[in-house]
């Protein structure tokens, strides 16, 4: 059983900080580098499932073309 995660008042206002919420990726040529690696992405503290949500939900969000 996936454990859901708890957000704090510092991720809400995190979240109010950046429209992209907390958990920010540059939309930078790095950025596709490792998401093509399939990198951990260890810094942003997500679980699995967290993580292959948040990198589709990135990759739907941000066009490749613009680098």
């Known amino acids: 059983m996936t454990k859901e995660k708890v957000y704090t008042i510092d991720d809400l206002l995190a979240a109010l900080e950046s429209p992209n919420g907390p ?6 040529k790095e950025t596709w580098r490792r998401i093509g ?3 951990d992405f260890d810094e942003l503290g997500l679980e699995k499932g967290e993580l292959e949500q ?3 939900d990135f990759v739907a969000e941000n066009s490749y073309e613009n680098i």
């Open 54 to 56: 948040f990198i589709a």
């Open 37 to 39: 690696n399939k990198d």
């Open 23 to 28: 958990n920010k990726l540059e939309n930078n």
